[in-house]
């Protein structure tokens, strides 16, 4: 209470002084003043016109910027990620060919899982990105693709200033798009293969004589999944108005989404072997299902020496199965989000500006599958097992730049009230009841736990920007952060309560960049905590005598990142070569505390440190203005450095690669836009990976190839703002495993289970766009 108080007095300042500002200048500015970076220079925005992605010149550590023309060239639907994907360091798989498929969709960066990363849009905290969501959301459910302006992504250190205690690893900061100060808007609509069908539509009402700018959009998107039974579907609105105030710019933004995807079914090497590819979900032959538990539940009664409980269906799985867990009947998920945020930026003086954020987050979501594990009330062999999330977050971040002489001052605050809740319910079926696994269901007939969760996020940083010389700029700040996570379980077991918290108050950061005629060279050490998480996956994953025991000892997770590199700039030919050493340490595994058959729980706990070393390079060759050449390559060894335990069992770990890590990305892209035509073909390489922690399962490397290509149609012919184009995703229909860990990794093959997402086949797309 008293830091929402704090908030609003320091908004009711802010508005104050933009009042001031409106009074002296009597007159509007041409657009909202762009709030600085610590430790960075504003790109050569004449330099960088056009280009797809901008090698960040000025900033202190390996940084680029990945423009709207990236993401307008892929399918529209396609998640901003997919757009993320080219660049060096950065490995993306997922199993839909839009990257939007959230529980198959994986994302790692320098040996960094998606959940040790830093995400925010237009400043605000999406969390860490994770399926079972416990702190935020999805960017491909926040925001439209269509309505990002652009991606600036971190592959190391991070931004001091970024609202995350997540980003072990780097971050990625999307910025949607303006308001247009012309009145306009644009209409697309997309078929493709699987009935794909995406339709978009924008409207911005240009400059209104209040100096108000206003912009609603919306987004329609149905596919049919490319095996198996269902759709992924989508449905979003976006709102966003920009009001100047004197030299002020106040800025309030409104996302509301509705998306539900029907699963994927896991795979394992073993039914991969036996069953290929093509496995999936068994709905709609629900006679399988039924038959697969009731074989089950056959097998353990005979194997105990009891009658059948269900005599017709025998003891024998109907191939090509041989276990009740090859697949089940249905999954899905549902989730509704709303994610709005008001932004006043006041320049109070030349030297001094002020800025403030209040955001709010509201979601409601489940996941469900159909499990034998748990017959319904009357003994049918079946029900509908979900795990239910709810998020309702308040937080506000305050911010203050000064430019005195050759320093560019800034300090921050960040503040989050997060209250969660993750409950484990079943819900009965029967010949005539099928629950929809994309629905939110209701009345369970029992429920394994209901939890209340809450975290306290108090993270501030300060920083200094010196330009001793044209030529060399030194940056340096630290940050600090507690964050604090409850749980209360009001039905249920594990029944657990609880807080434990993680702090650290002196995260540093020193970076600087030194120009020799055209080309710069940096270097950046940074130091960074992760924060607990309010979850299953975290500290709650036990226990009360399990939690008892690990909160007094537990540390957080922790990086420390040492980058250099050099940006080159030869004319049309620019780039980025970068080399970067990480030490993860602390790193949090759940473990059994001692011989699993005495009882003994499953707990958090810190199992050592993980190295990261490797080399980065990307380029831009721009042949001719139409045409450019884009390339990239980067090499990561990164490895564990110690053994684990597991109970009375060593798991050897040591010196092995970490899951889902591959140690070469190799990409290459043509780019062809003269204004009417223009197209793209891209190509990319994966290395094999990791599956299990000791490194004995694999899966092979792979290259993907996509392709675009549009037509323009003059601006002064009667057909003017109108434009076709059409996408092919995986055009060479490579088949290849895609996201892992879908369903946990495991430290052995003998451990080993359903893990494993198929990569999309080939799929095509047409477009047809209208801008007005």
Not at 349 to 363: I, K, Q, S, V
Not at 652 to 667: M, S
Not at 741 to 758: C, V
């Amino acid at each position: 209470m008293i830091s929402k108080t704090l908030l609003l007095s320091s908004v009711s300042a802010l508005l104050l002084a933009a009042g001031t500002a409106q009074a002296q200048s009597g007159a509007l500015p041409e657009r909202p003043a762009a709030t600085a970076s610590e430790g960075a220079s504003a790109p050569d925005a004449s330099e960088d016109q056009g280009e797809i992605v901008v090698y960040g010149s000025g900033r202190v550590r390996q940084e680029q910027t990945v423009t709207k023309a990236a993401i307008d060239i892929l399918p529209p639907g396609s998640s901003p990620l997919k757009a993320v994907s080219r660049l060096p360091g950065v490995a993306l798989q997922s199993s839909d060919p839009f990257g939007s498929y959230e529980l198959g969709t994986r994302l790692s960066v320098r040996g960094f899982n998606q959940s040790q990363m830093g995400y925010t849009l237009d400043g605000v905290p999406l969390g860490d990105m994770f399926y079972n969501g416990h702190n935020g959301l999805h960017v491909s459910r926040a925001i439209a693709a269509e309505n990002i302006a652009r991606v600036d992504v971190s592959q190391g250190a991070g931004s001091l200033a970024i609202a995350s205690t997540s980003n072990l690893g780097g971050n990625l900061e999307f910025v949607s798009r303006a308001p247009s100060e012309t009145i306009g808007g644009e209409i697309a609509g997309t078929y493709g293969m699987y009935d794909t069908v995406h339709l978009y539509g924008r409207i911005d009402s240009g400059l209104l004589s209040t100096g108000t700018l206003i912009s609603v959009s919306g987004v329609y998107h149905d596919a049919d999944k490319w095996k198996g039974f269902g759709k992924q579907t989508d449905r979003k609105i976006n709102g966003k108005v920009v009001q100047r105030i004197g030299d002020a710019t106040l800025t309030g933004w409104l996302n509301y989404s509705l998306h539900k995807e029907r699963n994927y079914a896991d795979l394992s090497p073993a039914t991969l072997d036996r069953i290929g590819y093509d496995l999936d979900f068994l709905r709609p032959d629900f006679d399988t299902a039924v038959l697969l538990s009731q074989v089950s539940a056959n097998q353990t009664a005979a194997a105990a020496r009891r009658a059948l409980p269900f005599p017709t269906a025998g003891v024998v799985f109907p191939s090509p199965y041989t276990n009740v867990n090859d697949t089940y009947y249905d999954s899905g998920g549902f989730r509704k989000d709303w994610l709005g945020a008001l932004t006043l930026n006041v320049p109070v003086a030349d030297w001094l500006d002020l800025g403030a954020t209040y955001y709010h987050h509201y979601d409601r979501g489940s996941g469900g599958i159909y499990t034998p594990a748990a017959f319904s009330p009357d003994g049918f062999p079946l029900s509908v097992r979900t795990t239910e999330y709810g998020i309702n977050r308040d937080g506000g971040i305050a911010r203050a730049t000064a430019r005195l002489g050759a320093h560019t001052f800034q300090i921050g605050y960040w503040h989050e009230d997060n209250d969660a809740t993750t409950d484990r319910s079943y819900y009965a079926v029967s010949q005539t009841n099928r629950p929809d696994v994309t629905d939110l269901l209701k009345s369970p007939f029992r429920s394994d736990f209901l939890t209340d969760l809450t975290t306290v996020t108090n993270q501030f940083f300060v920083s200094d920007s010196w330009q001793l010389s044209d030529a060399l700029t030194i940056a340096g700040g630290f940050k600090g952060a507690r964050v604090e996570n409850g749980i209360t379980t009001t039905f249920g077991t594990p029944f657990i309560n609880g807080k434990i918290a993680a702090k650290d108050w002196f995260q540093p950061q020193i970076g600087a960049t030194w120009r020799v005629g055209r080309q710069e060279f940096f270097a950046n050490y940074a130091e960074n905590m992760r924060a607990y998480i309010s979850s299953f996956r975290g500290p709650f994953g036990t226990t009360q005598v399990g939690f008892e025991a690990i909160r007094g000892v537990l540390k957080p997770e922790t990086s420390r990142t040492v980058e250099g590199g050099w940006r080159f700039n030869a004319g049309p030919l620019r780039g980025v070569l970068a080399v970067y050493d990480v030490k993860f340490e602390n790193r949090l595994l759940a473990a059994f505390s001692g011989a699993n058959i005495l009882g003994n729980p499953s707990v958090l706990q810190n199992v050592g440190s993980v190295t990261s070393r490797g080399v980065e390079v990307a380029a831009t060759y721009r042949v001719m203005p139409r045409l450019s050449l884009i390339g990239s390559y980067s090499y990561n060894d990164s490895t564990y450095d110690d053994d684990t335990v597991n109970g009375t069992a060593t798991v050897r770990t040591k010196g092995v690669r970490t899951v889902d890590t591959p140690a070469h990305l190799a990409k290459g892209e043509i780019n062809y836009d003269d204004g009417s035509l223009f197209g793209n073909l891209a190509g990319g390489y994966t290395s094999r990976r990791n599956v299990t922690y000791t490194g004995d399962v694999t899966v092979d490397g792979y290259v993907l190839v996509d392709a675009a290509l549009g037509y323009r149609f003059p601006a002064d012919g009667p057909l003017a703002g109108l434009e076709l184009q059409i996408n092919a995703a995986n055009l060479l229909d490579k088949r290849y495993i895609a996201a892992l860990g879908s369903g946990q990794f495991f430290n052995t093959a003998a451990s080993l289970n359903n893990t494993l997402q198929a990569g999309s086949p080939r799929q095509v797309f047409g477009t047809i766009r209208k801008r007005f």
